[in-house]
């Protein structure tokens, strides 16, 4: 999965929160002690890189009749 990473550990090192460079390709598979954080959504503007860790991509997508579902319109 393509994520964006703002803390915790990373052998590349992170840069300051927003950079691009903080993207990264996570194997869900390996993933282990995750858990749901009370935090406040983050992401940087727009990845630099092209993302080679997804290859076949499942959509699993509902049809939302307004233009903005996410902001309940």
């Known amino acids: 999965m393509l994520v964006y990473q703002y803390g915790g550990d990373s052998e590349s090192s992170l840069e300051p929160a927003g950079s691009a460079s903080n993207w990264r390709c996570l194997v869900l598979e390996e993933l282990s002690q995750v858990k749901l954080m009370d935090d ?29 579902p996410q902001n309940g319109q």
């Open 40 to 68: 406040a959504w983050r992401t940087a503007q727009n990845h630099s890189r092209p993302s080679r860790c997804i290859v076949n991509p499942h959509i699993d997508a509902d049809d939302y009749p307004h233009p903005e």
